[in-house]
C-alpha cells in the first residue's frame, strides 16, 4: 500500500492512491488576491481549483473531510457510479445532511470499472465555484486503448467571482439576476493575461512541453454558468474520453465543454517551437437573449526550446488561435454529434431492446406567487418569482431529511415526505422552441411566465429497468442549452436535434451501435436529445442540470432505484458516522 504527495508539474498537489488511500480534505475560508481585490473565499486544502484526486481503477478511496468554513458542506464525486454506495455520493439533501461547521465526515467509495478524468465539487452548492479539483482514475493495466501519453495534464476551466456567493445564491432561487456575473474566467485557477488592474496582468496557466511528445489534456469545465470553447494555436486534438468512458478518436481543433462535463484529449506537440496561446471562451446564445459579459482566459503552451523573445522562426507575441463565435452555438452541437463510444461495453445490449420507462422531460420556466398565494401579478412583478421547472414542477430540496434518509425509514414501494412523482410528460404540449417565446429581460417586454409550482419530485424504477429520456430545452428557460447531469450511473447518449422532439421522425436516428457513454449530456438550445441507461444502483440519485442558476431555480428531479433479489443488488444501511439531519441545529 503506497500513498503520498505528488506535485504535478502544472497546477496543484495531487494525492496519488493506489488501492487504499485516506486522505484529508480540509474545508476552509481565506482570501485570495486577484484583480487589485481580497476575496474571502471557501478552500480546499487553501488552493483553487482543489487538490486533485488520483487513483487507479478499482481503488477504495477513502477521504476525511474536515469542514472547518462557516457553511454545511457536501462534496459530490462527480460521475463516480458510486455502485452500492449511494450513502456517499454527497449530494446535499438528497443523500446526506450537510457536514456542518467544525465537524468531520469520511467517504468512502470504489473506483471501479471507469478510467479517465471526473472531478469533485461541493453540491450544497454554489460554493463549488471553489470547492472543486479533478479526479483522475488511471488504467490498472497501465494501458490505455491508444497510445500511452508522455503525460497528464489537468485543465480546469473555472471562474473567479468576487462576489459573495451565499447572496448570489440567494438571488438564484428568487428569479436570477443577470448583474451577477463572475469577475472571470480561469484555466487552472489562473486567469491569465487577458485580465488586468492598475498596470497589473493576472498570471498565465503555462504548460511545458517537449516537442515531439503526445499530451493528454484532462479538461473539466467547472464553472457555474457557461458552456467553455477550447482551443490551442497550432495544434490538434484528438478526443479520446469523455466523463471517464474512451470515446471513438476523433479529431477536431475544437473542444467544447459544458458544464459537469469532462473531455480528454490527446495533444501532439508537432508545431514549430514556439509559443502558442490555449483559450478558453465561454458561448452564449444570441439575442434576444439576455447577454453576459463575454469571459475568456488564456494560457501558455510553450515549447521547452522555444526563444522566449524574438528569434528562430518564432514570433514575439504567442500565436493566438481562432475561437468560434461567442454566440456560435453549432460549433457545440457538431462537438457533441461527434462523440461515438467503444461498443464493447457490456449495459449496450441491455439498451438496445425493450425499454421499459419512457420519459419526456420539457425544461422550462414558470412562475410562483410569493407567499403560498393562490394569485398574484406575474410579469416581472414583486409579488412572483420565476422558477425552473421539469415538465411544469420546480424541485423543492427537502429541508427536514434527506430523500435517502427517508427511502431508508420506509418500506419498499412506501410513499414519503410527500415527494410526488415526476410526471412522464410535460402535462400540456407547446410549440417549446419556437424563439416568440423567449422571455426577455427588463428594457424589453416585460417577461410573461406562467403560473407552476414546486413540489420534491421523484420517479421510481424497478432494479435493473431500461430507461429512456428525452430532454426537451424550451425557449421559456430563454434559450439556454441544459447540461444534464444523473448521479449513480452512465447513460448513453442516443441522438440530439433542433427543435421540438418528434419520436415518429426521430427514433429512426437513434445510435445503438456505438452511443457515446456519458453521465453529463448537453441538450441543445432550442434542440433535444435522448439517452437511456439501465437503472441497475440502488439507491436516491439526483438528476439535474449543471447550469448552478437553473439548479438553484429548481431544474431538478430524483430517480430512485429499488434494491433487487440479493445482497449484492442491495443498497447497505448507512455509514455509522453519516451527518444525520435529525442532528442538525438550523
Ligand atoms: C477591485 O478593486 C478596485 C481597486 O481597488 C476597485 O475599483 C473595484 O471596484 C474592485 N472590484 C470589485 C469587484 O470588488
Ligand atoms: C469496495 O472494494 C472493497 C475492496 O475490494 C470491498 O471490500 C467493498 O465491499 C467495496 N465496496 C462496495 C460498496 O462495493
Ligand atoms: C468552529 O471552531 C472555531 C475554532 O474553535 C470557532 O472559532 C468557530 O466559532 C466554530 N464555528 C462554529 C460554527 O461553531
Ligand atoms: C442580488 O440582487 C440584488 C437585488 O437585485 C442586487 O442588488 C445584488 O447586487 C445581487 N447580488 C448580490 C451578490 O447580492
Ligand atoms: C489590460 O486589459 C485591457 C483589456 O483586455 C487591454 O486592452 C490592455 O492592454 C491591458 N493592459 C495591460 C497592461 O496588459
Ligand atoms: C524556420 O523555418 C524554416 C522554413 O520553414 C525551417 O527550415 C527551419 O528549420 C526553421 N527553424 C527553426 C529553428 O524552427
Ligand atoms: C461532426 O462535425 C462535423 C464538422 O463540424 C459536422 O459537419 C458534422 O455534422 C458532425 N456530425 C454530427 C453527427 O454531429
Ligand atoms: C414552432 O415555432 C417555429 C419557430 O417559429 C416554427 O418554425 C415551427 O413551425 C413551429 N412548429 C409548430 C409545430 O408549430
Ligand atoms: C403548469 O401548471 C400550472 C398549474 O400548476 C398551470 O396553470 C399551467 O398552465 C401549467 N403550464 C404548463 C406549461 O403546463
Ligand atoms: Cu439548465
Known amino acids: 500500500m503506497v500513498n503520498g504527495l505528488l506535485f504535478d508539474d502544472c497546477c496543484s498537489a495531487g494525492l496519488v492512491i493506489f488501492l487504499t488511500t485516506v486522505t484529508s480534505l480540509e474545508v476552509k475560508q481565506e482570501n485570495m488576491r486577484h484583480l487589485c481585490n481580497d476575496t474571502l473565499v471557501t478552500l480546499v486544502n487553501g488552493q483553487f481549483p482543489g487538490p486533485a484526486v488520483e487513483a487507479t481503477e478499482g481503488d477504495t478511496v477513502i477521504v476525511h473531510l474536515v469542514n472547518e468554513s462557516p457553511y454545511g458542506i457536501t462534496i459530490h464525486w462527480h460521475g463516480v457510479k458510486q455502485r452500492l454506495s449511494c450513502w456517499d455520493d454527497g449530494a446535499g439533501m438528497i443523500t446526506q445532511c450537510p457536514i456542518q461547521p467544525n465537524t468531520t465526515f469520511t467517504y468512502r467509495f470504489n473506483v471501479t470499472g471507469q478510467e479517465g478524468t471526473l472531478w469533485w465539487h461541493a453540491h450544497v452548492s454554489i460554493l463549488r465555484a471553489t470547492l472543486h479539483g479533478i479526479i483522475i482514475i488511471r488504467p490498472k493495466s497501465g494501458s490505455y486503448p491508444f497510445q500511452k501519453p508522455h503525460m497528464d495534464i489537468p485543465v480546469i476551466i473555472g471562474e473567479w467571482w468576487q462576489r459573495d456567493l451565499m447572496k448570489v445564491d440567494k438571488n438564484f432561487s428568487n428569479g436570477g439576476h443577470f448583474s451577477d456575473n463572475p469577475a472571470g474566467a480561469t484555466i487552472n485557477g489562473k486567469l491569465g493575461d487577458l485580465y488586468n488592474c492598475s498596470g497589473f496582468v493576472e498570471d498565465n496557466f503555462v504548460l511545458n512541453v517537449e516537442q515531439g511528445k503526445t499530451y493528454m489534456l484532462r479538461l473539466v469545465n467547472a464553472v457555474l454558468f457557461s458552456e467553455y470553447y477550447f482551443k490551442v494555436a497550432g495544434h490538434k486534438f484528438t478526443v479520446v474520453g469523455a466523463d471517464a468512458n474512451y470515446v471513438k478518436p476523433y479529431t477536431t481543433d475544437v ?89 464493447s461495453n457490456p449495459l449496450l445490449a441491455q439498451i438496445q431492446g425493450h425499454v421499459d420507462e419512457h420519459l419526456y422531460i420539457a425544461l422550462g420556466k414558470g412562475s410562483i406567487c410569493k407567499g403560498n398565494k393562490p394569485s398574484c401579478k406575474r410579469g416581472g412583478s414583486d409579488e412572483s418569482i420565476e422558477v425552473a421547472y421539469m415538465n411544469n414542477v420546480s424541485f423543492h430540496l427537502p429541508e427536514k431529511m434527506s430523500i435517502l434518509e427517508a427511502r431508508q425509514n420506509t418500506k419498499a414501494n412506501g410513499a414519503f415526505m410527500g415527494v410526488q412523482d415526476l410526471p412522464s410528460q410535460p402535462p400540456r404540449s407547446f410549440n417549446f422552441t419556437d424563439p416568440a417565446l423567449i422571455p426577455v429581460v427588463p428594457g424589453g417586454k416585460l417577461e410573461e411566465l406562467e403560473a407552476t409550482r414546486k413540489a420534491t419530485t421523484m420517479r421510481r424504477f424497478a432494479h435493473n429497468a431500461v430507461v429512456e429520456v428525452v430532454f426537451q430545452s424550451t425557449a421559456t428557460m430563454q434559450s439556454d442549452s441544459n447540461p444534464m447531469h444523473l448521479h449513480g450511473h452512465d447513460f448513453f447518449v442516443l441522438a440530439q436535434g433542433h427543435g421540438n422532439y418528434n419520436p415518429a421522425r426521430d427514433v429512426s436516428g437513434y445510435n445503438l451501435v456505438d452511443p457515446a457513454l456519458k453521465n453529463t449530456v448537453q441538450v441543445p438550445r432550442l434542440g433535444w436529445a435522448a439517452i437511456r441507461f439501465v437503472a441497475d444502483n440502488p439507491g436516491a440519485w439526483f438528476m439535474h442540470c449543471h447550469f448552478e442558476f ?29 451527518p444525520k439531519c435529525t442532528n442538525m441545529k438550523e
Open 255 to 343: 473542444v467544447a465543454v459544458a458544464p459537469g462535463e469532462t473531455i480528454d484529449v490527446l495533444m501532439v506537440a508537432d508545431a514549430p517551437p514556439c509559443r502558442y496561446y490555449m483559450v478558453a471562451l465561454a458561448n452564449q446564445p444570441p439575442a434576444p437573449d439576455p447577454q453576459i459579459p463575454v469571459f475568456m482566459s488564456r494560457g501558455v503552451v510553450q515549447y521547452n526550446n522555444a526563444p522566449i523573445n524574438v528569434g528562430g522562426n518564432c514570433t514575439k507575441e504567442a500565436l493566438m488561435p481562432e475561437m468560434p463565435d461567442q454566440h456560435d452555438t453549432l460549433a457545440s452541437f457538431y462537438f457533441h454529434g461527434n462523440l461515438s463510444g467503444l461498443p
Open 550 to 578: 437553473h439548479i438553484a431555480m429548481g431544474m431538478a428531479t430524483v430517480f430512485e432505484v429499488a434494491n433487487g433479489p440479493t445482497l449484492d443488488e442491495t443498497l447497505p444501511p448507512p455509514p455509522s458516522d453519516l
